[in-house]
């Protein structure tokens, strides 16, 4: 339990290396075609190799089918937005969470049953951030991202989650 309490660690600390020199070097996107599959084995993976100290669902709805876009980039974007959600719920006082991704006609939706955004006027701020675990620039990042695709996020405002438009994704 240890040693994988270890890996996770320094999957974490690659992950915020990663995320900081791409984000101070610029995004720079190469569209290739890939499955929808293997984004949600990307998610599913991610989440395998996140400490949690609570019982957390996670749901993938994804239909089948490929779309045009940088897998390695968009598969960032859905771990930051898969570790907020689970740090989410790990704040929350629920014993218990759900995560869910739905893709549906190029937008991906994740709605997590964890406490409330505390500060919505810095999501998207570098190095802001209101939890207690990260570096404030999952976000940031994952919008910079986006908008190299075209595309925008949208924070939900009926239900907690965002919404992300994949934009000049072709499917």
């Given at each position: 339990?240890?040693?994988?309490?270890?890996?996770?660690?320094?999957?974490?600390?690659?992950?915020?290396?990663?995320?900081?020199?791409?984000?101070?070097?610029?995004?720079?996107?190469?569209?290739?075609?890939?499955?929808?599959?293997?984004?949600?084995?990307?998610?599913?993976?991610?989440?395998?190799?996140?400490?949690?100290?609570?019982?957390?669902?996670?749901?993938?709805?994804?239909?089948?089918?490929?779309?045009?876009?940088?897998?390695?980039?968009?598969?960032?974007?859905?771990?930051?937005?898969?570790?907020?959600?689970?740090?989410a719920i790990e704040e929350d006082e629920n014993e218990e969470g759900?995560?869910?991704?739905?893709?549906?006609?190029?937008?991906?939706?994740?709605?997590?049953?964890?406490?409330?955004?505390?500060?919505?006027?810095?999501?998207?701020?570098?190095?802001?951030?209101?939890?207690?675990?990260?570096?404030?620039?999952?976000?940031?990042?994952?919008?910079e991202i986006i908008k190299a695709h075209d595309g925008k996020i949208?924070?939900?405002?009926?239900?907690?989650?965002?919404?992300?438009?994949?934009?000049?994704?072709?499917?």
């Amino acid at each position: 339990p240890i040693v994988l309490e270890i890996k996770k660690s320094i999957y974490r600390v690659e992950r915020i290396i990663k995320s900081t020199l791409l984000f101070s070097k610029g995004v720079q996107i190469n569209k290739k075609l890939f499955e929808l599959e293997k984004l949600k084995e990307s998610i599913e993976d991610a989440f395998e190799h996140y400490s949690m100290s609570k019982d957390i669902e996670l749901i993938i709805n994804f239909e089948e089918g490929e779309v045009k876009g940088d897998f390695d980039l968009l598969s960032i974007v859905m771990q930051n937005f898969l570790y907020n959600a689970i740090d989410a719920i790990e704040e929350d006082e629920n014993e218990e969470g759900t995560i869910t991704f739905t893709y549906e006609k190029g937008t991906i939706t994740v709605k997590d049953s964890g406490v409330p955004i505390k500060d919505e006027s810095i999501l998207y701020e570098p190095f802001k951030t209101t939890k207690l675990k990260g570096s404030g620039l999952g976000l940031a990042l994952s919008l910079e991202i986006i908008k190299a695709h075209d595309g925008k996020i949208e924070l939900l405002t009926k239900e907690k989650g965002f919404k992300i438009w994949l934009g000049n994704l072709k499917f």
